[in-house]
């Protein structure tokens, strides 16, 4: 597609639910990022995915979070037993390369999935 | 450690004045680049600049222009005979290119423009 897609646009759910969010990147892109935005806030980052190569978990802020890419294309973010405070704007991007002095490093953002946590 | 700060929390001016940003950032690594992004009311991050280390020549775009200065640490952008499109959320960041860094890109906290008609 023309830029990274992410569905849905609008998620309401009841706290201990489980919520699925998908996000299609630019297609070639390789390198595929997942952040929470918290009303306000900046961005928080929460997994990388590069290729094959395994994930970059190291921001995930509980078990409760998972997510998963097939390949180079869809990744999907799961949040198992929502809590309030997992309420925000969840954002995803991609980009060409991932690093090296040449890189084609910058990040392109979907337009991301609100999540609201009741 | 790598940072970024974005000390202006909300800036508002009125239209058609010149503003400026300011992005100040702490890092170890002698290669480094510098971005800007945009926020705007719909949410989507919308990418302005990348700027690396090496390269201190200011850049100016349209009524964009950023003032990358290696002695202070800083990158600002301003913005030149503001419009009421302008306003949004502009975040700076940092990407390292030292292999440990992973190459993630470290967010300020944004500074929320408000252009007034």
């Known amino acids: 597609g023309a830029g990274v897609s992410q569905s849905p646009s609008n998620k309401v759910t009841e706290k201990g639910k489980d919520v699925e969010l998908r996000c299609d990147p630019i297609s070639g892109h390789t390198a595929l990022y997942w952040y929470r935005q918290r009303l306000g806030q900046g961005l928080e980052f929460l997994i990388y995915?590069?290729?094959?190569?395994?994930?970059?978990k190291s921001g995930l802020p509980s078990d409760r979070f998972s997510a998963e890419r097939t390949g180079e294309s869809v990744s999907t973010l799961t949040i198992q037993r929502t809590q309030q405070e997992d309420s925000a704007v969840y954002l995803c991007a991609s980009s060409l390369v991932r690093g090296g002095a040449l890189a084609k490093n910058i990040q392109y953002f979907g337009a991301g999935t609100r999540l609201s946590v009741l | 450690a790598q940072k970024v700060t974005q000390a202006q929390t909300e800036i508002s001016v009125v239209e058609k004045e010149d503003v400026t940003l300011d992005c100040v950032y702490e890092t170890r690594d002698t290669t480094y680049y510098l971005f800007w992004y945009k926020q705007p009311p719909s949410g989507e991050l919308v990418f302005l600049i990348r700027?690396?280390?090496?390269d201190e020549q200011n850049e100016i775009s349209g009524r964009y222009s950023w003032n990358f200065q290696k002695s202070t640490s800083s990158f600002n952008f301003t913005i030149t005979a503001s419009q009421v499109v302008d306003s949004a959320v502009y975040f700076c960041?940092?990407?390292?290119?030292?292999?440990?860094?992973?190459?993630?890109?470290?967010w300020g906290a944004g500074t929320k423009l408000i252009i007034k008609p």
């Open positions: 700027r690396n280390s090496f």
């Open positions: 995915f590069q290729g094959n190569s395994a994930p970059d």
């Open positions: 960041a940092l990407s390292e290119a030292s292999l440990d860094s992973n190459y993630q890109l470290i």
